[in-house]
């Protein structure tokens, strides 16, 4: 079936460090990918997505490669700031858009200054 | 931009009441309404995909009888967990599909049952 497989959590980091969360994932057919981050008390946002093979996708220094050859998607920021404190989700849809997500577990990351 | 409204954020009920969560998009029509479960350091899984007007469809494993699914109109979806027991106790998240416009999340809504 389809599925993403997360790093376990928690990522703890200190400010201006590397950021990598694994993502791999299993689906029929050529998949969307997605990240998206929850910050505390808050709803899903989008962060980044990629909707073919070695598009890249990136927002606010976040980035991610969409790896058909490795079915991977992994997360990466340069420099992770307090404020990137939340959890972090990889997920994907393997059928038109609209229909649902299918997600990984979460990570959390926390930050400190 | 696109916001969806989930209401309570919390609650707390007796075993055997029953309890309505409420998502409401507040800026957009929202056509297909996603409701995902989530327990503590699991992934979201998806219950029902709801289209308004329509009944909804259950994944596999889920009770459409325990977990009453409404979309009766473009702005508002709702969940009604009936004759709640603590194992129904878990963060309840909806989800706005916006077609090519992706997706829009409500905040969530902890629901304990003691």
């Known amino acids: 079936g389809n599925s993403v497989t997360q790093m376990e959590g928690p990522v703890t980091l200190s400010e201006e460090a590397f950021l990598t969360i694994n993502c791999t994932y299993t689906?029929?057919?050529?998949?969307?990918l997605f990240w998206y981050v929850q910050y505390p008390g808050e709803g899903l946002q989008l962060l980044l997505k990629?909707?073919?093979?070695?598009d890249k996708g990136s927002n606010k220094g976040f980035e991610a490669t969409y790896r058909k050859e490795t079915t991977s998607f992994h997360l990466e920021k340069g420099s992770v700031q307090v404020s990137d404190s939340a959890v972090y989700f990889c997920?994907?849809?393997?059928?038109?858009?609209?229909?649902?997500?299918?997600f990984g577990k979460g990570t959390t990351l926390s930050v400190s200054s | 931009g696109a916001v969806v409204s989930q209401h309570p954020s919390r609650v707390i009920c007796k075993s055997g009441t029953s309890v309505k969560i409420e998502c409401r998009s507040l800026?957009?029509?929202?056509?297909?309404m996603f409701w995902y479960r989530q327990f503590p350091k699991q992934s979201l899984m998806l219950m029902a995909t709801?289209?308004?007007?329509?009944?909804?469809?259950?994944e596999q494993g889920v009770e459409k009888d325990k977990f009453l699914i409404n979309h009766a109109s473009l702005t508002l979806s709702t969940l009604t967990v009936t004759s709640a027991h603590p194992e129904d106790s878990s963060f309840y998240i909806c989800?706005?599909?916006?077609?090519?416009?992706?997706?829009?999340f409500g905040s969530g809504t902890r629901l304990t049952v003691v």
């Open positions: 990629a909707t073919k093979a070695d």
């Open positions: 689906a029929t057919g050529y998949p969307s």
């Open positions: 989800s706005a599909g916006r077609g090519n416009d992706g997706y829009t």
């Open positions: 800026d957009f029509q929202a056509t297909t």
């Open positions: 997920a994907l849809r393997v059928n038109q858009a609209g229909t649902a997500l299918i």
């Open positions: 709801s289209n308004e007007g329509s009944k909804a469809t259950y």
